[in-house]
């Protein structure tokens, strides 16, 4: 099992930068390899990836709409994944989940959600 606890959500203005931050715990953290990505989720809109990071970060992978913009990464011996998010536009307004997979960031299906941490982005 798995346990993840997101933070830093807030309200920013146009072009300022936000840091998130997902605590994780639990047996599967300990034992197996995990995966950890961020999605977002806007009003009226689906679900939609973010950022991934395999176990030892060596393997990133973002969607074309924060590249450039965003950064992944973790910190094992803290069990902490974090999502650097710098000139944020108003479309980057969303609730955020840190989510986790056993094995890599092949696949873009999670199987452990946070509860999701809110992000808004307006002057």
């Known amino acids: 099992q798995a346990l993840l606890v997101e933070s830093g959500g807030g309200l920013v203005a146009p072009g300022d930068s936000l840091r998130l931050s997902c605590e994780t715990s639990g047996r599967s953290f300990n034992n197996w390899v995990m995966a950890c990505g961020w999605f977002r989720q806007a009003p009226g809109k689906e679900r939609e990836f973010v950022a991934a990071i395999s176990w030892l970060g060596d393997n990133i992978d973002y969607s074309d709409s924060v590249k450039g913009r965003f950064t992944i990464s973790r910190d094992n011996a803290k069990k902490m994944v974090y999502l650097q998010m710098n000139t944020l536009e108003p479309e980057d307004t969303a609730v955020y989940y840190c989510?986790?997979?056993?094995?890599?960031?092949?696949?873009?299906?999670?199987?452990?959600w946070g509860q999701g941490t809110q992000v808004t982005v307006s002057s």
């Open positions: 989510a986790a997979r056993y094995g890599g960031i092949e696949s873009r299906k999670y199987v452990y």
